[in-house]
C-alpha cells in the first residue's frame, strides 16, 4: 500500500510539473545564474534527423524548469549550510558577502598598463593629468582571505607615474560601499570619492542634494559563480538636475541615450542602468552645466556609476574603455582633441590592472 501511494504521488507531481511547465511562459533570464536560458528549439526535419532538435529540447526542459530558481537556492542553502562550503570558482563568501579570490601580483602585466598610460598620456597637452587606483572589496575585510599585496602594487605605479597626479581614494571607501554580490561599489556610498576627485583636479566644492531611486533586484556578477541562497542587492541610483539633462552619445551607435535607461534593470547585469554597462566611447553633454571645464575619463566599469556624479563639475565628460577600444585608433583618428586643456583621470579597478591585457 505505501508503495502504491508513492508511486502515485510521483506521477501526480510528474504530470502536474509537465502542466504547470506548459502554462507558465519560458523565461528569458535566469537572474541567479546571470545566463539568458533556452527556448523552444526549431522544430523541422532538418533539426528531427540530424539530432538538433532532441538535444536543444533536452537542455531547453531542463533550463525552462518550472521553480527552477527556488530549486538552485536549495542547493546553494545545503551546500552551504549543510556542507559548509564557502569557496568554488574563486569566489569565496562570508556573511553573505561574495570575495573574488586574487593573491599575486602579475608584474607583467603591471608594466604593460604603465606602458599604456604613459603612451596616452603622452599625446596630450594639458597638464591636469591624474590617476587613481579603485581597491576591490577584499582590501577592507579582515577575512582571511587571499589578498595581493596592496601597497607594493601602489607603490609600484606610484614610482612609474611620478609625472601624473595620483589621488589616492583608498581611505574614502569601506567594505560598505560595495555590492555583496558584485565586484563594483554602490554609487550611492562613492560621495567622498567624488569630492576628493573633483577637489584633486582643482574644482571648487559643490554641495548636490540627490534624489534615490532603487531597484531590489540586483543578482551581481558574482552571484552565480557559487552555489547559494543569499538575498539580491539592492541598486540606488542618484538623480539630480544635471543627470536629468545631460546627453549621452555613444559613439559607437551614432546615438543618444539617457544617463540611466531604466530598462537596463532588466539586463542580465543591472549593474547596466548605468551609462549603459559597456561601452567603447561615450560623450557625456551637460546643458545644465555652470562651467565650460572638460573631462576626458579613461576607464573600465566602475567609472559607469561615477561619472554621472562628476557631471556637476564639467559640462562635458569624455568616457574611453580601452577594453572595447583600441588606444591607437583614438591617438590616430582623432576621436579626442588632444590639444585642448581638459582634466585627464586614468582609473582603474586594481583587477583591471592586475589583468591589464584586456587594454588595448
Not at 199 to 205: F, T, V
Not at 258 to 272: G, T
Amino acid at each position: 500500500m505505501k508503495n502504491k501511494i508513492l508511486s502515485i504521488s510521483f506521477i501526480i507531481i510528474i504530470f502536474s510539473l509537465s502542466i504547470i511547465s506548459i502554462i507558465l511562459p519560458d523565461k528569458d533570464i535566469s537572474e541567479t545564474e546571470r545566463r539568458y536560458l533556452m527556448h523552444f528549439p526549431t522544430l523541422n526535419i532538418k533539426t528531427i534527423f540530424n539530432g538538433d532538435f532532441f538535444e536543444e529540447f533536452n537542455t531547453y526542459t531542463v533550463e525552462q524548469f518550472p521553480f527552477r530558481e527556488i530549486f538552485i537556492k536549495i542547493k546553494g542553502l545545503a551546500t552551504n549550510k549543510l556542507f559548509l562550503k564557502k569557496e568554488e570558482n574563486g569566489v569565496f563568501i562570508k556573511d553573505g558577502n561574495f570575495f573574488e579570490i586574487s593573491s599575486s601580483i602579475n608584474d607583467k602585466s603591471i608594466d604593460y598598463f604603465l606602458e599604456l598610460v604613459t603612451k596616452i598620456k603622452n599625446n596630450f597637452s594639458s597638464e591636469n593629468i591624474y590617476y587613481s587606483i579603485i581597491p576591490d572589496k577584499n582590501y577592507y575585510t579582515k577575512e582571511e582571505i587571499p589578498k595581493i599585496n596592496y601597497n607594493e602594487l601602489v607603490e609600484t605605479i606610484n614610482q612609474n607615474l611620478q609625472d601624473i597626479t595620483y589621488i589616492n581614494i583608498f581611505n574614502k571607501l569601506s567594505l560598505d560601499s560595495y555590492y555583496k554580490t558584485d565586484i563594483h561599489w554602490k554609487q550611492e556610498k562613492i560621495g567622498e570619492v567624488v569630492k576628493t576627485i573633483a577637489l584633486h583636479m582643482n574644482n571648487e566644492p559643490i554641495d548636490i542634494k540627490y534624489n534615490k531611486l532603487i531597484y531590489d533586484n540586483f543578482y551581481g556578477a558574482l552571484y552565480g559563480k557559487i552555489p547559494n541562497n543569499e538575498k539580491p542587492d539592492t541598486i540606488t541610483y542618484l538623480i539630480d538636475e544635471n543627470t536629468i539633462n545631460t546627453k549621452v552619445f555613444d559613439y559607437e551607435k551614432n546615438q543618444y541615450y539617457k544617463v540611466y535607461e531604466e530598462q537596463n534593470l532588466k539586463n542580465i547585469d543591472s549593474y547596466d542602468i548605468f551609462l549603459g554597462g559597456a561601452k567603447a566611447l561615450l560623450i557625456m553633454e551637460n546643458k545644465n552645466s555652470k562651467t565650460d571645464k572638460e573631462l576626458v575619463i579613461f576607464r573600465d566599469s566602475f567609472g559607469s556609476s561615477l561619472a554621472p556624479l562628476l557631471l556637476p563639475y564639467y559640462k562635458r565628460i569624455t568616457l574611453v574603455d580601452l577594453r572595447y577600444i583600441n588606444s591607437d585608433y583614438i591617438i590616430n583618428n582623432n576621436l579626442i582633441d588632444f590639444n585642448n586643456n581638459q582634466d585627464i583621470l586614468f582609473i582603474y579597478g586594481i583587477s583591471i590592472i592586475n589583468n591589464s591585457f584586456t587594454l588595448k
